[in-house]
């Protein structure tokens, strides 16, 4: 059965890499003939791309595909990614899904879209993790402006409260020519922004090609795009602390076109948490980054990742991390709720922490955090930056980011849209981000 004139929609739940996995996917069955549409249009192939970082996963995957069949109850729904890759029978097992596609299927899954009929019983395509050691490219091409770019897959960590390693496998990376090469497509389609994506990026190189050895290291890549000409901003999507080493920070520091923004995951601001999750650094180590980078940049934004409620998490140990976050200069964080996740180290720790406790320190560092943006973005008022404008008029409003990742807002204008221009930061805005004037380029931009 052909599948030229039938119509796909996609959902797609979790993170960066999961969305370059989807546009692929979606270029692959237009290609075919397919034309993309919406869930809510009712299509004829519905293709979930799952996540599996929080136990939410199989709640939203069940809401999606009631969703998809009150839209078409013919639809054929397919559910790959992360949660598709760990529990494919439990998913199988839930009325109205047909296929279940695993990790290593998952960017050819075409070649199982042969009979569209609905199905009794799910059919399974997906192999055993540890089987699962090839690359597969992929970059996403949401809105003309910016694009995640997958440079790398898997991660030969063990953090004790994650999945990831058992539901995308072990670490290896595109080959380095042709990361620099899907670059310059992405520039050749009008991409301005770049966002390097992976699951253990800093871990760069290692199974290049097919093997475990590390033929070429991060900085070995961020030198080769940094050659790719027309390519105005590169952003390094996330990178562990133990990894960024003052190599890549002095690099990113004198580079014109990776920007000053780096998003490091820290998980716990307290050393005895850190040595529970199995982390590879304890807290001195990741101030010392923070320090190395704003010694070279003074004005580079450093996101924090953090999870709040592990077990074992006294309220002394919160405290303390708090007390360490509070003090760090960052601009701010992105606050995670422990989640036990089965096949996982952590589940079987003491001292499990109420859901309500939980609840209320995350609550307490989103507080935090919305402060650290706010003085972040107010530290730079009255400077002029580049912003890189997204396409979308949100109720009169377009919003962007600097290079420095500050949120700024302004009136809508189709002619600027999806531009990149100067502007001068102004004050707090109404949306969580700063109001800006464009400006004409006489006068110096902030370095
Ligand atoms: S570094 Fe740790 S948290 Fe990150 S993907 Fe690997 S195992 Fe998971």
């Not at 030229?4 to 069955?29: P, W, Y």
């Not at 809401?63 to 529990?87: D, H, M, W």
């Not at 190395?292 to 709040?308: E, F, K, S």
């Not at 580049?386 to 189709?414: K, S």
Request: charged fraction near 25%; proline fraction near 4%.
């Amino acid at each position: 059965m052909g599948l030229s004139g039938k119509s796909v929609a996609f959902h797609t739940l979790g993170c960066k890499l999961n969305f370059a996995e989807s546009s692929t996917i979606s270029r692959d069955l237009q290609g075919a003939g397919m034309t993309l549409t919406e869930l809510k249009s009712g299509a004829d192939v519905v293709i979930i791309n799952t996540c599996s970082v929080t136990n939410q996963a199989d709640v939203e995957c069940r809401s999606i595909v009631r969703k998809a069949l009150r839209a078409n109850p013919e639809a054929f729904i397919v559910v790959t990614g992360c949660y598709a890759q760990l529990r494919p029978s439990e998913i199988a097992a839930m009325d109205g899904v047909d296929l279940v596609v695993g990790a290593q299927e998952k960017l050819h899954l075409r070649q199982f879209l042969t009979d569209l009929t609905k199905q009794d019983e799910a059919i399974i395509h997906s192999c055993e993790i540890q089987d699962v050691e090839n690359y597969q490219a992929a970059y996403s091409l949401g809105d003309r402006t910016r694009a995640f770019l997958k440079v790398q897959d898997g991660c030969d960590y063990k953090c004790t409260y994650c999945t990831i390693p058992m539901a995308r496998g072990i670490s290896r990376s595109a080959p380095l020519d042709q990361a620099v090469s899907q670059a310059r497509a992405l520039v050749q389609r009008g991409v301005q922004e770049v966002v390097l994506t992976g699951v253990n990026i800093g871990d760069y190189g290692k199974g290049e090609f097919g093997n475990k050895r590390h033929d070429h290291r991060f900085i070995d890549l961020l030198h080769g795009l940094d050659e790719v000409d027309g390519l105005d901003r590169i952003r390094i999507s996330s990178i562990e602390p133990n990894l960024l080493s003052n190599e890549v920070i002095d690099f990113v520091s004198h580079s014109q076109r990776f920007v000053p923004h780096f998003h490091i995951p820290l998980q716990s601001g307290n050393n005895e948490i850190l040595g529970k999750m199995k982390r590879r650094y304890q807290r001195e180590l990741y101030q010392q980054r923070v320090e190395a980078i704003l010694a070279r940049t003074p004005d580079a934004c450093i996101g924090v990742d953090v999870i709040v409620g592990f077990p074992g998490e006294t309220e002394e140990h919160f405290l303390d991390s708090y007390q360490f976050l509070a003090n760090l200069p960052i601009g701010y964080l992105h606050v995670f709720t422990y989640s036990e996740r089965p096949g996982t180290e952590a589940i079987h720790l003491d001292g499990v922490v109420p859901p309500v406790e939980r609840k209320a320190r995350n609550h307490r560092l989103r507080l935090l955090s919305a402060q650290k943006q706010k003085n972040f973005a107010l530290r730079h008022r009255g400077t002029i930056r580049r912003v890189l404008w997204e396409e979308a008029n949100r109720e009169g409003l377009m919003f962007g980011y600097t290079e420095n990742y500050i949120r700024v807002q302004c009136p809508f204008d189709a002619d600027r849209a999806g531009t990149v221009e100067h502007v001068m930061l102004g004050e707090w805005g109404s949306h969580d981000g700063l109001d800006v004037q464009p400006i004409q380029q006489q006068s110096p931009v902030a370095s």
